[in-house]
């Protein structure tokens, strides 16, 4: 019923950038929060950037300053301009979106969607 899709992973030299993308589609009645986590290998997945409806913005303290999230609400899509890349930016990156998803009988109900995911290679 919904999907999400990532797009603009890929392989960058350190102090880089790269731009990430997700597009949601699909039953979609509304989005509230939009973001991305990522999980480098061996390591926990961890929330990178946090973006809300009315454009108020969260990070990470290990991206502030380099990372920057924005949406576009008409297009139900969000993105994630990543620059001055690290070496420990190395991950793959999963956009989300808490939402709430047009159920066709009822009210809408509030489930939260990923995508599947994007890779992020930072080499020196």
């Known amino acids: 019923q919904v999907q999400l899709v990532e797009s603009g992973g890929g392989s960058v030299q350190a102090g880089g950038s790269l731009r990430l993308s997700c597009a949601a589609s699909?039953?979609?009645?509304?989005?509230?929060?939009m973001g991305w986590y990522r999980q480098a290998p061996g390591k926990e997945r961890e929330s990178v950037a946090t973006?809300?409806?009315?454009?108020?913005?969260d990070y990470a303290d290990s991206v502030k300053g380099r990372f920057t999230i924005s949406r576009d609400n008409a297009k139900n899509m969000a993105y994630l301009q990543m620059n001055s890349l690290k070496l420990e930016d190395t991950a793959v990156y999963y956009c989300?979106?808490?939402?709430?998803?047009?159920?066709?009988?009822?009210?809408?109900?509030?489930?939260?969607?990923w995508g599947q995911g994007t890779q992020v290679t930072v080499s020196s």
């Open positions: 989300y979106a808490d939402l709430l998803v047009n159920s066709g009988l009822g009210s809408p109900y509030r489930r939260v969607h």
């Open positions: 699909g039953a979609i009645f509304s989005i509230n929060f």
């Open positions: 973006i809300t409806s009315g454009g108020s913005t």
